[in-house]
């Protein structure tokens, strides 16, 4: 039985996939697990929202009145960005053919699910709800709304993550459409067919969870191995208060168990001479609606002297929910000959406090 993951390991498995998280409102207890068992899940669909951009999240958190909120797990928006509106049971899935659950729970198909022949009060159909994630993408939905990218690689990586966490494979991963008979979602200019959708999401589960592509090559088909990644994961618990337009380095105050890797003393420093692909998750107050506060990898010499810094700014911004904390994640992607650290700047003109810091990384020797 596949139990649901709580909502921390939720969160957590879509950050370490290199995914941009924002939580939304009330989103751990947010649910409709009141009507109806959450579990035993046994994958993930992927949907359209039929509509712009323009209200998506809040509506999916609320829904309607013939269809109350959440409805669905995470909103996918445009610019890849996953909005978690809920860690339980939502009205997304709805009915759908026993013959595609039993075929996704076994894993037992080849390019596609058996085909639907079942919906949404058809005699045959069984309640998704209970045993489906669900991410609802923005788009139209309409055959001219493109895909972008961003949102399409986004996606990837949200199936990817859900399938991580529970050891499955590729193929619990499928389409509304390939659900319900009745469904045509998610379809559009820019978004693979599902075999393809789904042959991505297999090429991510055989690198680590912050893996991009280009970034580290597969292993080569000969059976050479490749060599294996060092892993870090610090953490700073103290604050670090920000002031407009000064920047500052994080440095890390606890260190886990984990492979050699160059830290400095209290984990200063996270490593010299290497490539790297890293997560910093950030708790932050005082960042008001549209206020911005910058994170990017920088070098320093082995006296702790600022040598350079990246142009490359991962920008985390203040939402409408005003100065409560949030919870972000930057992935940060580079090579450094220096020892690399991570800073922090905040283009806000009152103070904003970091309040939880903490980083996820693989890396490699430069000369590998």
């Not at 469904?183 to 075999?195: F, H, R, S, T």
């Amino acid at each position: 039985m596949a139990t649901p993951l709580t909502p921390d390991q939720f969160v957590n498995a879509l950050r370490a996939e290199g995914l941009r998280v924002v939580t939304v409102g009330e989103w751990r207890t947010h649910n409709r697990n009141h009507k109806g068992p959450w579990g035993p899940v046994h994958g993930v669909l992927m949907h359209h929202t039929a509509g712009g951009s323009s209200g998506a999240v809040d509506y999916c958190y609320d829904g309607s009145s013939d269809l109350p909120g959440p409805l669905c797990q995470g909103v996918i928006t445009k610019d890849g960005t996953v909005h978690v509106i809920s860690a339980g049971r939502s009205n997304h899935a709805g009915g759908g053919d026993p013959n595609v659950l039993a075929a996704v729970k076994d894993e037992r198909y080849g390019d596609r699910p058996p085909v639907p022949h079942q919906h949404q009060g058809s005699a045959g159909a069984v309640d998704g709800n209970p045993h489906f994630y669900g991410f609802e993408c923005v788009n139209f939905g309409d055959g001219k709304d493109p895909w972008p990218a961003a949102q399409v690689d986004a996606m990837v990586r949200a199936g990817a993550a859900v399938s991580r966490a529970y050891g499955w494979t590729e193929k619990s991963v499928i389409a509304h459409r390939e659900w319900s008979d009745q469904k045509p979602d998610p379809a559009g200019p820019g978004m693979p067919g599902m075999p393809e959708f789904r042959a991505r999401i297999k090429e991510r589960l055989a690198h680590g969870p912050s893996w991009s592509p280009g970034t580290t090559p597969a292993p080569p088909a000969t059976g050479t191995p490749m060599t294996a990644p060092a892993r870090s994961l610090l953490q700073r618990t103290e604050n670090l208060t920000l002031l407009e337009n000064v920047p500052q380095t994080i440095y890390w105050t606890i260190e886990y168990p984990d492979d050699a890797n160059g830290h400095g003393e209290g984990g200063k420093t996270v490593g010299s001479n290497i490539r790297y692909s890293a997560i910093v998750n950030l708790r932050i107050a005082g960042l008001g609606d549209g206020q911005v506060v910058e994170v990017y990898a920088a070098e320093e010499d082995a006296n702790g002297v600022l040598l350079g810094e990246s142009e490359i700014r991962h920008q985390i911004r203040g939402r409408e929910l005003g100065y409560h904390p949030i919870a972000e994640s930057a992935p940060v992607i580079g090579s450094v000959a220096n020892r690399l650290v991570f800073r922090v700047v905040s283009r806000s003109p009152q103070p904003v406090t970091v309040e939880e810091a903490w980083l996820s990384m693989q890396s490699w020797p430069l000369n590998a």
